[in-house]
């Protein structure tokens, strides 16, 4: 596993605490870029390996499987993390949701209806691309929850993933922490280049408006649900490069003391192999 200088765990130095690390610093890990990119580069080898042994679990009756929350003001990197750290495994035993602004068939249910309806299957990485804390975030900064009504939501997302974690479900949550400089520049050079334009929204000016609002409203969170069984990890986000790194090792990390394991044949290998290679025909 990755160390700092102290023999530090990735999820030690990166775990949520009352003070936020600087966007643009490296805590824990490689300091320079071309350094972080080589590291990704075996970690996506670990993290292939560990991917594997999970999904061989999960199809032999192990009940195990992983989900990777990541929330983050826009351009955080959400989308990019995905790419960059679950494309280094095999995207059959990936589960993908991005989670957007709730349908009205949704909001008829409780909110915590469809983020049940996407949890991973037993072998899988899940990966919540936003996820239930929307439900609390936005409502929020926009006044359209009370103070009580805000407590009972934060509850239920701790009694949810608390059942989650009992069912067998790994839950690794991960906040993208970028500065509002950094995102004016991603913003601004997407309306700059044409093939970026796509990404852009007006609301994503509208809610930097509200940038105090939600770096507030994501330290509550952080501080209410950031628990022994689902703990919050703040990655550093204003270097795509050091965020794609972190990300990558906390799965790794998470992973390796899960410690998954391939199931044992359920047959005889060596008369297997024996009647390969005496059936005549040519390889």
Same mark, same amino acid.
């Given at each position: 596993?990755?160390?700092?200088?102290?023999?530090?765990?990735?999820?030690?130095?990166? =775990?949520?605490?009352?003070?936020?690390?600087?966007?643009?610093?490296?805590? $824990?890990?490689?300091?320079?870029? @071309?350094? !972080?990119?080589?590291?990704?580069?075996? #970690?996506?080898?670990?993290?292939?390996?560990? &991917?594997?042994?999970?999904?061989?679990?999960?199809?032999?009756?192990?009940?195990?499987?992983?989900?990777?929350?990541?929330? !983050?003001?826009?351009?955080?990197?959400? !989308?990019? *993390?995905?790419?960059?750290?679950?494309? +280094?495994?095999?995207?059959? @035993? $990936?589960?993908?949701? @991005?989670?957007?602004?709730? *349908?009205?068939?949704?909001?008829?249910?409780?909110? +915590?209806?469809?983020?049940?309806?996407? +949890?991973?299957?037993?072998?899988?990485?899940?990966?919540?691309?936003?996820?239930?804390?929307?439900?609390? %975030?936005?409502?929020?900064?926009?006044?359209?929850? *009370?103070?009580?009504?805000?407590?009972?939501?934060?509850? &239920?997302?701790? #009694?949810?993933?608390?059942?989650?974690? /009992? !069912? @067998?479900?790994?839950?690794?949550?991960?906040? %993208?922490?970028?500065?509002?400089?950094?995102? +004016?520049?991603?913003?601004?050079?997407?309306?700059?280049?044409?093939?970026?334009?796509?990404?852009?929204?007006?609301?994503?000016?509208?809610? =930097?408006?509200?940038?105090? /609002?939600?770096? &507030?409203?994501?330290?509550?969170?952080?501080?209410? *649900?950031?628990?022994?069984?689902?703990?919050?990890?703040?990655?550093?986000?204003? =270097?795509?490069?050091?965020?794609?790194?972190?990300?990558?090792?906390?799965?790794?990390?998470?992973?390796?003391?899960? /410690?998954?394991?391939?199931?044992?044949?359920?047959?005889?290998?060596?008369?297997?192999?024996?009647?390969?290679?005496?059936?005549?025909?040519?390889?």
């Amino acid at each position: 596993m990755a160390k700092n200088d102290n023999g530090t765990r990735v999820r030690d130095a990166l =775990r949520a605490t009352a003070e936020l690390p600087d966007p643009g610093s490296s805590p $824990v890990g490689p300091g320079k870029k @071309g350094k !972080g990119e080589k590291k990704l580069a075996t #970690a996506g080898e670990r993290l292939d390996a560990l &991917q594997e042994a999970l999904y061989a679990e999960g199809t032999s009756g192990g009940g195990r499987s992983v989900l990777l929350v990541l929330q !983050g003001m826009d351009t955080s990197g959400k !989308g990019g *993390t995905v790419r960059h750290v679950l494309g +280094l495994v095999n995207p059959m @035993g $990936v589960r993908y949701k @991005g989670f957007k602004v709730p *349908t009205p068939a949704e909001r008829r249910h409780d909110f +915590l209806w469809r983020i049940r309806k996407e +949890l991973p299957a037993s072998g899988q990485i899940g990966v919540f691309d936003r996820s239930h804390y929307e439900d609390v %975030l936005v409502p929020r900064v926009s006044g359209l929850l *009370t103070a009580a009504e805000r407590r009972s939501r934060i509850s &239920q997302i701790n #009694a949810f993933e608390n059942e989650v974690v /009992a !069912g @067998g479900t790994t839950i690794v949550k991960v906040f %993208l922490h970028i500065s509002p400089e950094e995102q +004016l520049r991603r913003l601004v050079a997407r309306l700059e280049r044409p093939e970026k334009i796509w990404k852009f929204a007006p609301s994503d000016v509208e809610a =930097r408006g509200h940038w105090d /609002a939600y770096a &507030q409203a994501y330290a509550d969170l952080l501080a209410r *649900t950031s628990t022994e069984h689902a703990p919050w990890y703040v990655v550093p986000a204003d =270097r795509k490069w050091y965020r794609n790194w972190a990300v990558a090792e906390l799965l790794i990390e998470t992973m390796t003391e899960m /410690a998954p394991r391939f199931p044992e044949p359920q047959f005889d290998v060596a008369e297997q192999l024996a009647k390969l290679k005496g059936d005549g025909v040519p390889a």
